[in-house]
């Protein structure tokens, strides 16, 4: 892996604990990574889901979306 491969990426939902999430490829060795995780069992109404990510000297960012699930969605 090279010096900008991510190390690591986690997700939180609504400012909950953090849970780390894998790359489609289930090894993160490149600047740039594919990654798919399912949000199961929420309530309806407003979310937010938060994204971080890491390299390997600890850089990170984040990003965050907030969306609505309504009640006929259950």
Avoid at 18 to 28: A, E, M, R
Avoid at 36 to 43: H, S, T
Avoid at 44 to 71: C, L, M, Q, W, Y
């Amino acid at each position: 892996a090279g010096p900008d491969a991510l190390a690591q990426a986690k997700y939180s939902i609504d400012a909950g604990p953090w849970h780390i999430i894998y790359p489609v490829g289930l090894l993160s060795d490149a600047p740039r990574e594919e990654y798919r995780f399912q949000l199961d069992n929420l309530a309806p109404g407003e979310h937010t889901v938060a994204v971080r990510i890491a390299d390997r000297f600890d850089n990170t960012a984040a990003a965050k979306t907030t969306f609505t699930i309504s009640a006929s969605a259950k």
